[in-house]
């Protein structure tokens, strides 16, 4: 879940809350991702993200994030 916790750390509109967090990993489960990627994280980020805006915003950095270890 470090990849939630480095989406916390922008700025957006709204952060992922805990229900969003859960529903995400439940669709990473129903799309048998047994690791995030890019493709993975694109392919769902609206179940995190609720506003266009955020989700254009977070979209360039996801490689970056993915990979981002936990302060």
């Keep these: 879940m470090s990849f939630v916790q480095s989406l916390r ?24 991702a047994e690791s995030l990627d890019g493709e993975v994280v ?15 915003s977070v979209e360039p950095q996801i490689v970056e994030l993915i990979r981002r270890p936990l302060a």
Excluded at 44 to 49: A, E, G, K, R
């Design 9 to 32: 750390t922008l700025d957006l509109r709204k952060s992922p809350s805990i229900s969003e967090t859960v529903d995400w990993a439940r669709a990473l489960i129903l799309l048998n």
């Design 42 to 56: 694109r392919d769902s980020l609206n179940v995190l993200l609720k506003f266009e805006q955020d989700i254009a």
